[in-house]
């Protein structure tokens, strides 16, 4: 979920969320679910910004937008990238094995 509001620039809505799980092909997320899930990473990312105030993700509850802080952002991206091009060290295993 966090690495698919990273690729969209930080921002989504629900429904844009939603419907980008409900066909996804590899890890399909059942459209009734969304807002559990997305609720659980917003209740999980207390105090992790730069100022150990922001939440990883915030949202607004009228609009039903998802967002991430720019400043946490550019590090969530580097982290994906590094767990994209270096699938070993997710397993703990050497690049040699």
Do not use: C
């Amino acid at each position: 979920m966090l690495r698919r509001l990273v690729e969209v620039g930080g921002t989504a809505s629900y429904d844009d969320v939603q419907d980008h799980f409900a066909v996804h092909p590899e890890t399909p997320i059942d459209p009734r679910r969304i807002g559990g899930t997305l609720t659980s990473i917003r209740a999980v990312g207390r105090r992790v910004g730069p100022d150990n105030r922001s939440n990883l993700l915030e949202r607004d509850d009228r609009r039903r937008i998802y967002w991430i802080e720019p400043a946490l952002l550019e590090g969530l991206k580097r982290a994906f990238d590094l767990a994209e091009a270096r699938p070993d060290l997710l397993r703990q295993e050497s690049a040699d094995s």
